[in-house]
């Protein structure tokens, strides 16, 4: 439905709005089943104005009257609609009347509750249904610089988790523990739900079950109920696909297929290393996919939370000269691909051969648990123009003085040779105009270029394979040249001291202005190209060549960070 | 969850009441909301859920634990909805079996979509003037109809029920754009 106001006749329009009412006459219904019929669009519009309004009158009319099986709220969290200052009408007779009749109708709903109840054989003297049995709930026993998501009223460390609240922990980890001990990581961003009789619905996010029995409670996920049956097992959901990874765990999926117009229960296990994706709601068996060990976490790191990436974030926001900022936080694509400082936003760009077989991953691991990074996607073969990566939606205009900083992970690609080049950050508005900031070329030397018809200006630096890496380049514009300054540390290996890789360097060409490709670059028709292979992350732009002493401080923020 | 193999003991008696009420109380909405897709009357699709919950009850046994509760919910109220159908053609015109069929099989296709429209929802009504959200939000109080709401506003009915449309639209299209910039990115 491109724009419901113009695409939708009048006629129907109306039609809609009078049956929303309950005042549709006899003539008017044979006309909307007309309209309806006809038109696959029409009905959709029928249907998503009918979704509307039922959400809406579900809200606000009816929610709080309904009785409450569980005892609980049990509807998830109300909408948080703002309100403004109403005075409640009191309900007149007819509105008394409709209570009136709710009420019986809900005593009814319980006497043939009850009613079937005692009509249950072998029963004597059977009460009504006992209401729910409270169990011990599971309690938040660990945390690393959680942020919950704004008026969520969040746990408390060391309290119980909330039953049928909806949380949403936007950066960090929080450390779960069961009555019978069973341990659950969540990594942020997540959302999910606990729910009573120990289940989590897990709606997005990275989850870590740890347990030497078998779990006492499962996850919903999706369409599918997650049974872990005893140790390590990794959940993740981005709301429409599910994975499981065996971290040396078992657990059984159990999901409902239609078949035949038929309902059918179908039943998955995993046990060791494996693991299995499935889109949630398809028809068809979850894959088998190789585990991702490391993508979760195993146990809350024993550190010193002064030292994180979170930390060098809040370093590098508070920095004056920062003028934009991709920190890729958030709990939706559209929430990760913006500007954090400018409004330069980034939205998704296919290479020009086409996006190949994977897509951009929105939750990567970064460095540590207070991160997540971006993994554009490059195509294991032909990777130079095929995959997909970021670029700004408007153009970006270097300044004369700027730093380039940024943390990044290089995988080598399958078909690495002299000719591969791949871009984290880059500029480019014609075929000498060219603004490759930090790119790694062939076996993965750190280099940059500037003036597309001249050679490219390598650092004696190789990107070892998976590492991750602080990296941070200064730009001085001259004439027809710039001033390069490049720094970086190996975090992998525990560097703990920045080293200068570049010194003064004179670039040939100036910084291209162009849209602004992260993880991405452009080839001499300014086609995308030359995308990123392995993750990127916190990648913040200066208007200033900023003072090695200054970058030194943002590496000392990581430097506890796990290697 | 355990609620599979239930026998009728006292032990596990409790455990079934309360996984019925767990996956009960999880369910209601959507099992109202997909009614109302197919019969537009809200006082109506009230009445179809509450019967509903009653049967769903009732087949309890039948319910496999582990497979969605509410999928299976779902197709309990829609053949509800043509029990309900049939009773009320003797007094006025309803939809045919046939459109309630193809709306089912389309509101069943959309479902997925429905959750990011609720999310989306609540943004957009916060963006609303706030002479819209007070409108939008007396109209959906308990008892409410669009003519009382007239009524009390000294308008006509015709013009609130415009008003309403106008703003139900504004919401469409924003809840539209939020879920266009996402799938963009």
């Not at chain 1, 599918?224 to 059984?252: N, R, S, W, Y």
């Not at chain 1, 294991?380 to 990566?389: C, D, I, L």
């Not at chain 1, 750190?446 to 490219?456: C, I, Q, V």
Request: hydrophobic letters at 40%; aromatic letters at 6%; proline letters at 6%.
């Amino acid at each position: 439905m491109s724009d419901p106001k113009n695409a939708i006749p009048v006629e129907l329009q109306d039609l809609v709005a009078i049956a929303c009412e309950g005042e549709l006459s006899d003539q008017d219904t044979e006309q909307l089943e007309a309209l309806l019929l006809d038109s696959p669009v029409a009905r959709q519009y029928y249907l998503l104005y009918l979704h509307l309004h039922g959400e809406l009158h579900w809200h606000e009319a009816m929610a709080g009257d309904l009785p409450d099986p569980t005892g609980s709220s049990g509807q998830g969290p109300r909408m948080p609609i703002p309100t403004p200052a109403i005075t409640r009408p009191k309900p007149d007779r007819m509105s008394r009347l409709r209570l009136f009749g709710f009420c019986i109708c809900a005593l009814v709903v319980v006497g043939l509750l009850t009613l079937a109840y005692q009509a249950m054989p072998a029963r004597k003297d059977i009460p009504a249904p006992p209401p729910p049995t409270p169990t011990a709930l599971a309690r938040m026993t660990g945390a690393i610089l959680p942020r919950w998501k704004a008026g969520a009223n969040p746990p408390v460390l060391g309290q119980e988790i909330p039953l049928d609240r909806r949380l949403v922990l936007e950066r960090g980890v929080i450390e779960i523990t069961h009555p019978q001990s069973t341990q659950v990581l969540i990594e942020g961003p997540a959302a999910f739900c606990y729910r009573p009789g120990g289940q989590i619905e897990l709606e997005k996010g990275r989850l870590t079950v740890l347990g030497d029995e078998p779990a006492d409670f499962t996850v919903n996920a999706g369409d599918a109920t997650i049974v872990p049956t005893g140790g390590a097992i990794g959940i993740f959901a981005d709301g429409k696909e599910i994975e499981l990874h065996g971290l040396g765990g078992k657990a059984q999926i159990r999901r409902v297929l239609r078949q035949d117009d038929s309902l059918v229960e179908k039943e998955t296990d995993l046990a060791g290393q494996g693991g299995w994706k499935w889109s949630s709601g398809s028809e068809t068996d979850p894959q088998a996919i190789a585990s991702d060990q490391g993508r979760f976490a195993r146990a809350l790191p024993p550190r010193d939370p002064d030292h994180s990436v979170a930390r060098l974030r809040e370093a590098v926001t508070n920095n004056a000269r920062l003028i934009h900022h991709y920190t890729f936080e958030g709990t939706s694509r559209l929430e990760k691909c913006q500007d954090k400082r400018g409004a330069v936003h980034l939205t998704e760009a296919v290479m020009v051969d086409g996006r190949g077989r994977g897509s951009i991953n929105y939750t990567a691991p970064g460095f540590d648990l207070t991160t997540d990074a971006l993994g554009p996607h490059r195509e294991p073969q032909g990777g130079n123009e095929n995959g997909v990566a970021l670029q700004s939606e408007g153009r970006f205009r270097p300044p004369e003085a700027m730093t380039i900083e940024l943390l990044l992970r290089y995988q080598i690609p399958e078909d690495a040779g002299d000719e591969t080049v791949a871009l984290a950050v880059a500029t480019r508005d014609g075929d000498r105009d060219c603004g490759f900031y930090v790119a790694a070329v062939g076996k993965g030397h750190l280099s940059l270029l500037l003036d597309g018809s001249a050679n490219w200006v390598e650092t004696d630096t190789v990107l070892a394979h998976d590492h991750w890496y602080y990296v941070a380049f200064t730009f001085k514009k001259l004439e027809e040249s710039t001033v390069v300054n490049a720094y970086l540390a190996d975090l992998t290996v525990g560097e703990r001291q920045l080293r200068q890789v570049l010194k003064d360097e004179e670039v040939p060409g100036v910084p291209a202005t162009s849209r602004l490709g992260i993880g991405k670059g452009f080839d001499n028709t300014i086609a995308h190209a030359y995308p990123w292979s392995g993750e990127l992350d916190e990648i913040a732009l200066y208007d200033a060549v900023l003072d090695p002493k200054d970058l030194q401080a943002h590496l000392d923020l990581l430097q506890a960070g796990e290697p | 969850m355990e609620v599979g193999n239930v026998n009728d003991s006292d032990a596990n008696l409790d455990q079934k009441a309360e996984a019925f009420a767990r996956l009960l109380g999880r369910c209601q909405r959507k099992v109202f909301l997909y009614v109302l897709g197919l019969i537009h009357n809200a006082a109506d699709a009230e009445e179809i859920q509450q019967e509903t919950s009653v049967i769903l009850w009732r087949k309890f046994d039948e319910y496999k634990p582990g497979t969605s509760f509410e999928s299976w919910a779902c197709r309990v109220a829609y053949f509800e909805v043509l029990k309900y159908r049939e009773k009320a053609a003797r007094q006025r015109r309803v939809f045919s079996v046939e459109l309630v069929e193809t709306l089912a099989d389309e509101a069943e296709k959309l479902a997925d979509e429905f959750d990011d429209r609720r999310d989306a929802l609540e943004g957009c009504l916060t963006r609303l003037r706030d002479v819209d959200r007070a409108l939008v939000l007396r109209r959906y109080q308990p008892g409410a109809t669009t003519r009382k709401l007239a009524e009390s506003l000294g308008r006509s009915v015709q013009g609130t029920r415009k008003s309403l449309h106008r703003i139900r639209m504004t919401l469409l299209e924003c809840i539209q754009r939020k879920l266009a910039a996402e799938e963009r990115q």
